[in-house]
């Protein structure tokens, strides 16, 4: 075998070798990819289901709201840092504001993210919406809880793009089961999410 030969081999075998690499690592690295968002995704959903988080929930969606009436109030939630009841604002803020970063750098998947979330993400955004404006233009900080804002917007554009939710629509739903519903004269109840 003459030695053009031997070296085209070796050369062709070298690159097989060197191609077959890459293709494994590109898989490593998509597995990698898939472990740290599966990661990211579980903290933050036991983060949401943690008694302290859900109450600060429950704060910042229902009784916020009310205390902006108040003037009173309305100094004590714009004075910082945080004090009192109002820790729980920077607990909500800070939390959607990672998750907004996670989704925005692409750790964890944008439509992942928001069909998990999405209501929720909203909820709480428009419950601080009016801080929010406040404290960016007082403090000079048009940065402050950005990431926070941009899950909320592609938040609202997935509820927008889906509005009665993302059960695939070839596949039949459940019957309902109206009773409770009957119970209460078909009338919406008060329950809150």
């Not at 070798?17 to 903290?43: F, P």
């Not at 109450?55 to 003037?71: C, G, H, N």
Request: a negative charge; one cysteine or more; proline letters at 6%.
């Amino acid at each position: 075998m003459p030695l053009e030969l031997v070296n085209a081999v070796a050369t062709v075998g070298t690159f097989i070798v060197i191609a077959a690499s890459a293709i494994a690592a590109l898989v490593q690295l998509r597995h990698m990819r898939s472990s740290n968002q599966i990661i990211a995704l579980t903290e933050f959903r036991e983060t949401m289901e943690s008694r302290e988080f859900s109450e600060a929930q429950r704060f910042v969606s229902y009784e916020l709201p009310k205390r902006v009436l108040d003037p009173e109030e309305r100094r004590k939630m714009t004075t910082l840092p945080f004090s009192g009841d109002y820790e729980r604002i920077a607990a909500i803020a800070n939390a959607f504001e990672s998750l907004g970063e996670f989704v925005r750098l692409g750790i964890i998947d944008r439509d992942t993210a928001c069909d998990m979330w999405s209501y929720v993400v909203l909820r709480n955004w428009n419950a601080l919406a009016p801080l929010t404006t406040y404290l960016r233009h007082t403090i000079r900080a048009p940065q402050l809880w950005e990431n926070f804002e941009y899950l909320a917007v592609i938040s609202k554009q997935y509820m927008n793009d889906h509005p009665r939710g993302s059960f695939p629509p070839d596949v039949p739903r459940m019957p309902e089961d109206r009773s409770l519903l009957d119970a209460f004269g078909g009338a919406e109840s008060s329950a809150r999410i």
